[in-house]
């Protein structure tokens, strides 16, 4: 998206790509993008208003959008390789792979489509369990809550026997575990679960549930 007389590829594609390739997909455009540029996109989306809530205000807030925007899981699902510098140095506060985006949102770029855009918001990996249910005694803790292989949880004193399920950010189950007693506290993880974000729910007779997540990276 173009303002104020600025252009997107009016002179070509200027980038340095040795002997590789240029892949264009998935985006968004609207303003003074060159017509060639745009035609590299066979998943574009032209000139439809995106929903934003302000963009004139040029404040990152106004770029948040309404629900029944366009960009609304019209990103690309891709495999993503880990982030070399992940925990390190100034980036001691970024993952591995990206969990969520710049206000908050779950995103799991690898199973999901997410938006086109800054704002994950409304897309399909907003499943009602996303969010860790808060109530007043726990079932269980979580850790660690980024993992390559096992998952090791903390129970409450009182659970005998529970259930557990793991779920993509879809609310597909992809493992799951029934009749665990309370010593079966670490969980061994399949080895074909893909990376990416994931929930966790523990149940005592279907009848309290909790969640948390965790991403997976191995």
Known sequence: MTTGGA??????????????????????????????????????IVDEWPSFHDANSLQ??????????PMVDAGKSFSQPAFPMAGQGIFSNISAYPEVDAFGNPVD????????????????????????????????????????????????SEIDVYDLVVLNLKGEIVYQLNNLN?????????????????????????????TSRFILYR
């Open 7 to 44: 252009s997107i590829g009016s002179e070509g594609p200027v980038i340095d790509i040795a002997n590789g390739s240029l892949r264009v997909s998935n985006n968004y455009f609207k303003g003074n993008i060159s017509i060639n540029f745009q035609n590299r996109d066979n998943n574009k």
């Open 60 to 69: 990152m807030e106004g770029f948040k959008i309404y629900g029944g925007s």
């Open 109 to 156: 770029i690898e199973n999901q489509a997410p938006n086109i855009g800054v704002d994950n918001n409304h897309s399909s990996n907003l499943i009602t369990s996303v969010i860790d249910k808060e109530i007043n005694e726990p079932l269980f803790k979580l850790s660690p809550t980024l993992v390559q292989n096992s998952l090791t949880i903390e129970l409450n």
């Open 182 to 210: 309370a010593g079966e506290t670490k969980i061994n993880l399949p080895p074909n679960i893909k990376n990416g974000m994931y929930l966790l729910q523990a149940s005592i007779s279907r009848e309290k549930i909790q």
